[in-house]
């Protein structure tokens, strides 16, 4: 029996009104791609693949993609962008503690924003680099704990209840240094690099209103104090909009964002 399972199923269901995000998301996985080096004829797997747009920009690269997510609606809006862009991609429902994928099978293993919500860090770097190939490279965005979504992700945090024993917090996947650690000597050549997107908002309460019908952990927040707290409520959305407020300008909220690459030894 998986101990997080009731964990991931909440998971699973948060996210699945993610889609409207992947305007943004899209963008930023150029950047992605070109960090991981991705080549014509590599075999690539994007792990969390959300609605599909790392593994779309690395199959137009030429690489022969598979996807897998834990939530099956953004599978079925993966496989709709794919087919809109022609690009013939092998989509699996699936999680990222347990890959359905043999030893050593990818050439590269990528995940934006995605594998950082998977509740054991050892657990996830184990099976993505189970899968990878000796040699071969692994890169992943991720959110720091300094920034914007990562003070949005502490700030939220303070109205959730606390997350099942065990389970890592996701911005620790922003911090070099625990990134490090945690890809300790089965990797080489670690290397990092800093991004940001620009979300276009009219204003940090548009933005607001757009994360809480789409964004996982801030949309199972408004639900259960929406349900069991109004003024609490009332108090998160005081607190978000000023956080946003300090990334807010020019109609854009700037998202900056780390980008890993490593090679497996």
Same mark, same amino acid.
């Given at each position: 029996?998986? !101990?997080?399972?009731? $964990? ?9 009104? =993610?889609?409207?995000?992947q305007?943004?998301?899209?963008? #930023?996985?150029? !950047?992605l ?5 991705i080549? %014509? ?13 790392? &593994?779309?920009?690395?199959? /137009?690269?030429g ?6 997510d ?17 690009c013939d @991609? ?14 050593? %099978? ?6 934006q ?6 509740? *054991? ?8 680099? /189970? ?8 890169? =992943? ?9 990562? *003070?949005?992700f %502490? ?12 389970a ?22 670690v ?11 009219? %204003?940090?309460?548009h933005?607001r ?6 964004a996982g952990? @801030? ?7 929406? #349900?069991?707290?109004p003024?609490?409520?009332?108090? $998160? *959305? *005081?607190?978000?909009? &000023? ?10 909220? /700037?998202?900056?964002y ?8």
């Open positions: 029996m998986d !101990p997080f399972a009731q $964990f991931k199923a909440a998971q699973r269901a948060g996210w699945a009104h =993610f889609s409207p995000l305007t943004f998301t899209a963008a #930023a996985a150029v !950047p791609v070109a960090h991981a080096g080549r %014509s004829g590599q075999r690539v797997l994007d792990v969390a693949c959300g609605t599909g747009v790392v &593994a779309i920009t690395a199959a /137009r690269a690489a022969s993609v598979v996807g897998l834990l939530t099956p609606e953004l599978i079925v809006t993966a496989r709709e962008n794919a087919r809109l862009a022609a @991609i092998a989509w699996h429902e699936g999680d990222a503690e347990a890959l359905p994928f043999e030893d050593a %099978s990818f050439d590269a293993v990528v995940s924003f995605g594998h950082m919500f998977a509740p *054991r860090p050892d657990v996830t770097v184990g099976e993505m680099l /189970r899968v990878l190939k000796p040699g071969g490279t692994l890169a =992943f965005s991720t959110w720091p704990p300094e920034l914007y979504v990562g *003070r949005t %502490s700030l939220v945090g303070k109205y959730m209840p606390p997350p099942p024993p065990g890592a917090p996701p911005v620790e996947w922003g911090d070099p240094l625990i990134v490090r650690a945690r890809l300790g000597t089965a990797v080489r050549d290397v990092f690099d800093r991004a940001a997107m620009e979300v276009p908002a009219l %204003s940090p309460q933005m209103a757009l994360t809480e019908r789409t952990p @801030i949309l199972k927040l408004v639900e259960m104090l929406g #349900a069991k707290d003024t609490a409520l009332e108090a $998160f *959305r *005081r607190e978000y909009d &000023a956080l946003t407020s300090e990334y807010f300008s020019d109609n854009a909220v /700037r998202q900056g780390l980008m890993t690459r490593a090679v497996k030894v």
